[in-house]
């Protein structure tokens, strides 16, 4: 019976060290890809939770520009499914897009959840109506 409590409590321990083990991963540094085919390389996080990366789209509002790498900055608030924010100002346009997610990690392992708002700029005040997109993407972990 002893024996039993024993074992029962290191598979109980062994979960939860696995646990916190994935639940570390959950960190956004590397690289991702989204179901647009878009990839995002998100580098160290300092002290405060703040972070840079680069973006490359696969797909434009434009028909006529040639699409860059753009850079990233954001922010996140560490937990276990971290939620995070980070906006990417657009090398080869006028416009920037702001997301929001969380990090969740699953059996196929960790997934952005994002919300974005795309805000072209206007030329006028008359013509802002128009110029803000809304959506959402899921990001994949590639490394
Ligand atoms: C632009 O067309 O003005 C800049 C590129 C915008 C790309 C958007 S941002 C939201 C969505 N997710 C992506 O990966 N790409 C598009």
């Not at 002893?2 to 570390?24: D, R």
């Not at 109506?129 to 972990?141: D, L, M, Q, Y």
């Amino acid at each position: 019976m002893k024996n039993m409590i024993i074992f029962s409590t290191l598979i109980l321990l062994f979960q939860v060290a696995l646990y916190n083990c994935n639940a570390e991963k959950c960190d956004l540094k590397g690289k991702w890809k989204n179901e647009l085919g878009s990839n995002m390389t998100i580098s160290d996080t300092d002290k405060n939770g703040y972070f840079i990366g680069s973006y490359l789209t696969a797909v434009t509002t434009h028909t006529d520009v040639e699409i860059k790498k753009s850079p990233i900055s954001g922010v996140i608030l560490p937990s276990s499914q971290p939620i995070f924010a980070f906006h990417v100002k657009w090398t080869f346009s006028d416009s920037i897009t702001t997301f929001t997610g969380q990090c969740f990690v699953d059996s196929s392992g960790e997934r952005l959840e994002t919300m974005w708002l795309l805000k072209a700029t206007a030329r006028s005040s008359d013509d802002n109506w128009a110029s803000t997109r809304v959506g959402s993407n899921v990001f994949r972990r590639l490394i």
